[in-house]
Protein backbone atom coordinates (compact mmCIF):
# COMPACT_ATOMS: atom_id res chain seq x y z
CA UNK A 1 0.00 0.00 0.00
CA UNK A 2 1.03 3.61 -0.95
CA UNK A 3 2.66 5.82 1.64
CA UNK A 4 0.81 9.20 1.67
CA UNK A 5 0.78 12.37 2.84
CA UNK A 6 -2.68 14.37 3.62
CA UNK A 7 -3.87 17.58 4.77
CA UNK A 8 -7.77 18.06 6.72
CA UNK A 9 -8.94 21.73 6.54
CA UNK A 10 -12.31 21.41 6.49
CA UNK A 11 -13.41 23.18 9.78
CA UNK A 12 -11.25 23.71 12.93
CA UNK A 13 -8.48 21.90 12.64
CA UNK A 14 -5.24 22.07 10.78
CA UNK A 15 -4.43 18.15 10.04
CA UNK A 16 -1.29 16.64 8.89
CA UNK A 17 -0.50 13.07 8.52
CA UNK A 18 1.44 10.54 6.94
CA UNK A 19 0.10 7.02 6.49
CA UNK A 20 1.56 3.91 5.15
CA UNK A 21 -0.37 0.40 5.44
CA UNK A 22 -2.76 1.88 7.42
CA UNK A 23 -0.09 2.70 9.88
CA UNK A 24 0.09 6.18 11.03
CA UNK A 25 3.89 7.39 10.46
CA UNK A 26 2.80 10.57 12.16
CA UNK A 27 0.02 12.77 13.22
CA UNK A 28 -0.01 16.18 13.68
CA UNK A 29 -3.22 18.43 14.41
CA UNK A 30 -3.33 21.98 15.25
CA UNK A 31 -6.50 23.17 17.35
CA UNK A 32 -8.11 26.52 16.03
CA UNK A 33 -10.89 25.39 19.78
CA UNK A 34 -9.35 28.10 21.43
CA UNK A 35 -9.83 30.44 18.77
CA UNK A 36 -13.29 30.12 18.23
CA UNK A 37 -14.19 29.29 21.54
CA UNK A 38 -15.33 33.62 22.79
CA UNK A 39 -17.56 33.45 19.73
CA UNK A 40 -19.43 29.83 20.89
CA UNK A 41 -18.70 27.94 17.35
CA UNK A 42 -16.86 28.38 14.30
CA UNK A 43 -16.09 31.49 12.83
CA UNK A 44 -15.56 31.04 8.98
CA UNK A 45 -13.14 33.85 7.84
CA UNK A 46 -11.26 32.74 11.22
CA UNK A 47 -10.83 29.50 10.38
CA UNK A 48 -9.26 30.25 6.98
CA UNK A 49 -7.15 32.67 8.49
CA UNK A 50 -5.90 30.38 10.86
CA UNK A 51 -5.06 27.37 8.94
CA UNK A 52 -2.95 29.66 6.25
CA UNK A 53 -0.96 30.52 9.28
CA UNK A 54 -0.94 26.74 10.58
CA UNK A 55 -0.17 24.62 7.31
CA UNK A 56 3.72 25.05 6.99
CA UNK A 57 4.51 24.30 10.50
CA UNK A 58 2.46 21.67 10.28
CA UNK A 59 3.64 19.89 6.90
CA UNK A 60 7.27 20.19 8.46
CA UNK A 61 6.23 18.63 11.58
CA UNK A 62 4.51 15.63 10.21
CA UNK A 63 7.69 15.07 7.68
CA UNK A 64 9.59 15.00 10.61
CA UNK A 65 7.95 12.71 12.94
CA UNK A 66 7.48 10.13 9.96
CA UNK A 67 11.12 10.95 9.53
CA UNK A 68 10.60 11.20 5.98
CA UNK A 69 11.54 13.14 3.16
CA UNK A 70 9.44 13.88 -0.04
CA UNK A 71 11.31 10.83 -2.03
CA UNK A 72 9.41 8.80 0.25
CA UNK A 73 6.34 10.01 -0.51
CA UNK A 74 4.02 8.28 -2.94
CA UNK A 75 1.38 10.40 -3.21
CA UNK A 76 -0.68 13.54 -1.90
CA UNK A 77 -4.36 14.59 -0.63
CA UNK A 78 -6.85 16.85 1.05
CA UNK A 79 -10.19 16.59 1.81
CA UNK A 80 -12.17 18.21 -0.77
CA UNK A 81 -15.84 18.35 1.02
CA UNK A 82 -18.14 19.05 2.61
CA UNK A 83 -16.71 21.76 4.81
CA UNK A 84 -16.35 25.43 5.34
CA UNK A 85 -15.32 26.40 1.65
CA UNK A 86 -12.55 28.48 2.68
CA UNK A 87 -11.24 26.45 4.97
CA UNK A 88 -10.81 23.33 2.56
CA UNK A 89 -9.57 25.60 0.13
CA UNK A 90 -6.34 25.93 2.48
CA UNK A 91 -5.49 22.43 2.27
CA UNK A 92 -6.79 21.35 -0.77
CA UNK A 93 -4.78 24.21 -2.39
CA UNK A 94 -1.28 23.33 -0.52
CA UNK A 95 -1.92 19.34 -1.27
CA UNK A 96 -2.61 20.34 -5.11
CA UNK A 97 0.65 22.73 -5.29
CA UNK A 98 2.57 20.18 -3.37
CA UNK A 99 1.89 17.10 -5.83
CA UNK A 100 2.60 19.43 -9.07
CA UNK A 101 6.00 20.57 -7.86
CA UNK A 102 7.27 17.05 -6.07
CA UNK A 103 5.26 14.92 -9.23
CA UNK A 104 3.13 12.94 -6.90
CA UNK A 105 -0.42 11.82 -8.14
CA UNK A 106 -3.20 14.07 -6.09
CA UNK A 107 -6.16 12.51 -4.17
CA UNK A 108 -9.42 14.92 -3.37
CA UNK A 109 -11.13 13.00 -0.03
CA UNK A 110 -14.86 13.33 0.68
CA UNK A 111 -14.33 14.33 4.38
CA UNK A 112 -17.27 11.31 5.27
CA UNK A 113 -14.93 8.77 3.83
CA UNK A 114 -11.72 9.84 6.06
CA UNK A 115 -14.19 9.62 9.07
CA UNK A 116 -15.24 5.97 7.60
CA UNK A 117 -11.30 4.96 7.14
CA UNK A 118 -10.50 6.44 10.48
CA UNK A 119 -11.56 2.38 11.50
CA UNK A 120 -9.41 0.95 9.31
CA UNK A 121 -6.52 2.54 10.99
CA UNK A 122 -7.87 1.05 14.52
CA UNK A 123 -8.60 -2.25 12.78
CA UNK A 124 -6.56 -2.83 9.84
CA UNK A 125 -7.76 -5.87 9.02
CA UNK A 126 -11.70 -4.97 8.99
CA UNK A 127 -13.28 -5.46 5.97
CA UNK A 128 -16.06 -4.35 3.94
CA UNK A 129 -19.73 -4.92 3.97
CA UNK A 130 -20.25 -3.20 7.51
CA UNK A 131 -22.24 -0.26 8.83
CA UNK A 132 -21.04 2.74 9.85
CA UNK A 133 -22.05 5.15 12.26
CA UNK A 134 -21.10 8.91 11.64
CA UNK A 135 -21.93 11.10 14.31
CA UNK A 136 -19.71 14.60 14.30
CA UNK A 137 -20.71 18.58 14.53
CA UNK A 138 -21.67 18.21 10.76
CA UNK A 139 -23.32 15.04 10.25
CA UNK A 140 -25.34 12.37 11.63
CA UNK A 141 -25.18 9.20 9.36
CA UNK A 142 -26.13 5.43 8.62
CA UNK A 143 -23.69 3.96 5.98
CA UNK A 144 -23.73 0.80 4.48
CA UNK A 145 -19.56 0.98 3.79
CA UNK A 146 -19.88 -1.98 0.40
CA UNK A 147 -16.51 -1.10 -0.70
CA UNK A 148 -13.94 1.24 -1.27
CA UNK A 149 -15.58 4.54 -2.93
CA UNK A 150 -19.26 2.50 -2.52
CA UNK A 151 -21.09 4.03 -0.01
CA UNK A 152 -24.99 3.91 0.57
CA UNK A 153 -26.85 6.28 2.73
CA UNK A 154 -29.46 4.63 5.09
CA UNK A 155 -30.38 7.04 7.43
CA UNK A 156 -29.62 10.39 8.94
CA UNK A 157 -30.41 13.78 10.65
CA UNK A 158 -33.26 15.54 9.30
CA UNK A 159 -32.38 18.63 10.78
CA UNK A 160 -29.51 19.28 13.69
CA UNK A 161 -26.14 17.14 13.42
CA UNK A 162 -25.95 15.39 16.93
CA UNK A 163 -22.51 17.09 17.73
CA UNK A 164 -24.50 20.46 16.86
CA UNK A 165 -27.25 19.52 19.18
CA UNK A 166 -24.85 18.76 21.88
CA UNK A 167 -22.98 22.37 21.15
CA UNK A 168 -26.25 24.04 21.17
CA UNK A 169 -27.86 22.34 24.28
CA UNK A 170 -24.35 23.67 26.07
CA UNK A 171 -24.50 26.88 24.45
CA UNK A 172 -27.77 26.69 26.14
CA UNK A 173 -27.05 25.45 29.61
CA UNK A 174 -24.09 28.06 29.34
CA UNK A 175 -21.62 25.55 29.38
CA UNK A 176 -18.80 26.71 27.14
CA UNK A 177 -18.09 25.73 23.63
CA UNK A 178 -17.58 22.78 22.22
CA UNK A 179 -20.40 21.56 23.99
CA UNK A 180 -20.35 17.94 23.57
CA UNK A 181 -17.31 16.80 25.87
CA UNK A 182 -18.84 19.17 29.01
CA UNK A 183 -22.34 17.58 28.66
CA UNK A 184 -20.31 13.92 28.42
CA UNK A 185 -18.71 15.00 31.24
CA UNK A 186 -21.54 16.62 33.89
CA UNK A 187 -24.22 13.50 32.43
CA UNK A 188 -21.64 11.10 34.58
CA UNK A 189 -22.75 12.42 37.48
CA UNK A 190 -27.00 13.07 37.23
CA UNK A 191 -29.71 11.22 36.74
CA UNK A 192 -31.09 10.37 32.56
CA UNK A 193 -34.24 9.70 34.21
CA UNK A 194 -34.79 12.86 36.03
CA UNK A 195 -36.47 14.63 32.70
CA UNK A 196 -38.22 12.78 29.77
CA UNK A 197 -37.22 14.46 26.35
CA UNK A 198 -38.25 13.40 22.79
CA UNK A 199 -36.66 10.56 20.68
CA UNK A 200 -37.06 12.44 17.75
CA UNK A 201 -38.92 10.42 15.16
CA UNK A 202 -39.59 10.81 11.48
CA UNK A 203 -43.48 10.18 10.65
CA UNK A 204 -43.76 8.95 7.15
CA UNK A 205 -46.65 10.07 4.85
CA UNK A 206 -48.18 6.29 4.67
CA UNK A 207 -48.09 5.99 8.44
CA UNK A 208 -45.33 4.98 11.19
CA UNK A 209 -41.52 5.87 11.25
CA UNK A 210 -38.63 5.89 9.48
CA UNK A 211 -36.74 3.32 10.73
CA UNK A 212 -32.95 5.33 10.67
CA UNK A 213 -33.68 8.89 9.89
CA UNK A 214 -33.83 10.88 13.37
CA UNK A 215 -34.28 14.99 14.00
CA UNK A 216 -32.81 16.59 17.07
CA UNK A 217 -34.12 19.87 16.48
CA UNK A 218 -37.03 18.85 18.46
CA UNK A 219 -34.77 18.04 21.33
CA UNK A 220 -33.30 20.69 21.62
CA UNK A 221 -36.48 22.93 21.82
CA UNK A 222 -37.64 20.42 24.38
CA UNK A 223 -34.48 21.14 26.74
CA UNK A 224 -34.65 25.24 26.16
CA UNK A 225 -38.88 24.90 27.36
CA UNK A 226 -37.51 22.80 29.99
CA UNK A 227 -35.04 25.42 30.99
CA UNK A 228 -37.41 28.08 30.56
CA UNK A 229 -39.84 25.91 33.36
CA UNK A 230 -37.71 25.77 35.50
CA UNK A 231 -36.24 28.84 35.75
CA UNK A 232 -39.93 30.20 36.13
CA UNK A 233 -40.53 27.80 39.05
CA UNK A 234 -37.18 29.95 40.33
CA UNK A 235 -35.13 26.60 40.61
CA UNK A 236 -31.61 27.73 40.93
CA UNK A 237 -29.03 26.68 40.64
CA UNK A 238 -30.38 24.76 37.55
CA UNK A 239 -30.03 21.33 38.05
CA UNK A 240 -27.61 20.92 34.76
CA UNK A 241 -25.96 17.35 35.50
CA UNK A 242 -29.63 15.72 35.54
CA UNK A 243 -30.51 18.25 32.69
CA UNK A 244 -27.21 17.21 30.92
CA UNK A 245 -27.54 13.40 31.55
CA UNK A 246 -31.47 13.29 30.69
CA UNK A 247 -30.20 14.67 27.31
CA UNK A 248 -27.47 12.90 26.51
CA UNK A 249 -29.63 9.67 26.96
CA UNK A 250 -32.40 10.92 24.67
CA UNK A 251 -29.40 11.42 21.81
CA UNK A 252 -27.75 7.89 22.68
CA UNK A 253 -31.37 6.48 22.68
CA UNK A 254 -32.08 7.13 19.24
CA UNK A 255 -28.89 6.77 17.97
CA UNK A 256 -28.25 3.38 19.55
CA UNK A 257 -32.13 1.84 18.35
CA UNK A 258 -31.43 2.85 14.92
CA UNK A 259 -27.89 1.63 14.71
CA UNK A 260 -28.80 -1.21 16.32
CA UNK A 261 -31.92 -1.90 13.93
CA UNK A 262 -30.54 -0.77 10.75
CA UNK A 263 -27.37 -3.59 11.19
CA UNK A 264 -29.75 -6.61 12.02
CA UNK A 265 -32.43 -5.57 8.92
CA UNK A 266 -29.19 -5.31 6.31
CA UNK A 267 -27.24 -8.19 7.63
CA UNK A 268 -24.16 -6.76 8.28
CA UNK A 269 -22.63 -7.92 11.83
CA UNK A 270 -19.82 -4.89 12.16
CA UNK A 271 -20.47 -1.44 13.23
CA UNK A 272 -17.98 1.07 12.96
CA UNK A 273 -18.34 4.41 14.98
CA UNK A 274 -16.84 7.75 14.03
CA UNK A 275 -16.87 11.42 13.88
CA UNK A 276 -16.40 13.24 17.61
CA UNK A 277 -19.81 12.10 19.17
CA UNK A 278 -17.96 8.68 18.93
CA UNK A 279 -16.25 10.13 22.00
CA UNK A 280 -19.53 9.87 24.10
CA UNK A 281 -18.68 7.85 27.13
CA UNK A 282 -22.81 7.46 27.36
CA UNK A 283 -22.72 5.97 23.56
CA UNK A 284 -19.98 3.94 23.88
CA UNK A 285 -21.66 2.22 26.32
CA UNK A 286 -24.91 2.00 25.56
CA UNK A 287 -24.02 0.88 21.89
CA UNK A 288 -21.95 -1.67 23.03
CA UNK A 289 -24.46 -3.27 25.62
CA UNK A 290 -27.06 -2.93 22.99
CA UNK A 291 -25.10 -5.14 20.23
CA UNK A 292 -24.19 -7.45 22.52
CA UNK A 293 -26.69 -9.50 22.24
CA UNK A 294 -27.11 -9.88 18.75
CA UNK A 295 -23.36 -10.93 18.40
CA UNK A 296 -23.03 -7.46 16.40
CA UNK A 297 -19.07 -6.21 16.41
CA UNK A 298 -18.79 -2.59 17.51
CA UNK A 299 -16.00 -0.58 16.78
CA UNK A 300 -15.08 2.98 18.18
CA UNK A 301 -11.65 4.55 17.10
CA UNK A 302 -9.25 6.15 19.70
CA UNK A 303 -10.59 10.03 20.56
CA UNK A 304 -7.74 11.46 18.57
CA UNK A 305 -9.55 9.18 15.65
CA UNK A 306 -12.92 10.03 16.07
CA UNK A 307 -12.51 14.07 15.84
CA UNK A 308 -11.12 15.60 12.93
CA UNK A 309 -7.60 14.51 11.75
CA UNK A 310 -5.63 13.95 8.62
CA UNK A 311 -4.47 10.54 9.52
CA UNK A 312 -8.16 8.79 8.25
CA UNK A 313 -7.74 11.30 4.98
CA UNK A 314 -4.18 9.64 4.15
CA UNK A 315 -5.80 6.37 4.86
CA UNK A 316 -8.99 6.63 2.51
CA UNK A 317 -6.59 7.98 0.20
CA UNK A 318 -3.91 5.27 0.21
CA UNK A 319 -6.53 2.95 -0.82
CA UNK A 320 -8.21 5.28 -3.75
CA UNK A 321 -3.81 5.05 -4.87
CA UNK A 322 -3.79 1.57 -4.91
CA UNK A 323 -6.98 1.24 -7.03
CA UNK A 324 -5.76 3.91 -9.25
CA UNK A 325 -8.55 6.68 -8.12
CA UNK A 326 -5.95 9.68 -8.69
CA UNK A 327 -8.47 13.44 -8.83
CA UNK A 328 -7.58 15.83 -11.60
CA UNK A 329 -6.09 19.06 -10.78
CA UNK A 330 -9.35 21.04 -11.44
CA UNK A 331 -11.03 19.06 -8.20
CA UNK A 332 -12.88 22.57 -6.26
CA UNK A 333 -13.45 22.26 -2.91
CA UNK A 334 -17.77 22.02 -2.16
CA UNK A 335 -19.61 23.11 1.33
CA UNK A 336 -22.11 20.17 0.30
CA UNK A 337 -21.35 17.24 -1.54
CA UNK A 338 -23.15 13.41 -0.79
CA UNK A 339 -20.65 10.92 -0.44
O1 LIG B 1 -15.80 15.10 14.05
P1 LIG B 1 -15.62 16.41 14.72
O2 LIG B 1 -14.30 16.71 15.40
O3 LIG B 1 -15.83 17.59 13.73
C1 LIG B 1 -16.81 17.57 12.72
O4 LIG B 1 -16.54 17.02 11.61
O5 LIG B 1 -17.90 18.09 13.03
O6 LIG B 1 -16.82 16.55 15.77
C2 LIG B 1 -16.96 17.67 16.62
C3 LIG B 1 -18.25 17.49 17.41
C4 LIG B 1 -18.62 18.70 18.26
O7 LIG B 1 -19.98 19.00 18.02
C5 LIG B 1 -18.40 18.22 19.69
O8 LIG B 1 -19.27 18.82 20.63
C6 LIG B 1 -18.69 16.72 19.57
O9 LIG B 1 -18.13 16.37 18.32
N1 LIG B 1 -18.07 15.95 20.65
C7 LIG B 1 -18.78 15.22 21.54
C8 LIG B 1 -17.82 14.68 22.46
N2 LIG B 1 -16.58 15.08 22.07
C9 LIG B 1 -16.75 15.86 20.95
N3 LIG B 1 -20.10 15.00 21.66
C10 LIG B 1 -20.50 14.22 22.67
N4 LIG B 1 -19.67 13.68 23.60
C11 LIG B 1 -18.34 13.87 23.53
N5 LIG B 1 -17.53 13.34 24.44
ZN1 LIG C 1 -15.39 15.49 10.88
Known amino acids: ????????????????AIVKNRNILSSVVASQIKLHQPYGGVVPE?????????????????????????GGIDGVAATCAPGLVGALLVGLTAAKTLSVVHRKPFFGVHHLEGHIYA???????LKPPFLCLLVSGGHTSLLHVQDCGQYEMLGSTRDDAAGECFDKVARLLKLGYPGGPVIDRLATRGNPEAFPLPEG????????????????SGLKTAVLRL???????????????DIAASFQGAVVRSLTKRTIQCALDYGLDTI???GG???????????????????????????????????????????????????????NAQSRLKI
Open 201 to 216: KISLPQGGYHPYDCSF
Open 46 to 70: VASRQHLESINFCLDQALEEAQLDW
Open 227 to 241: VEKLEEQGVDPLPVA
Open 272 to 274: AVG
Open 277 to 331: VAANQGLRKTLQTAAAPHQLKVYFPPLRLCTDNAAMIACAAAEHCDRGHISPLTL
Open 1 to 16: MATILAIETSCDETAV
Open 119 to 125: TYLLEPT
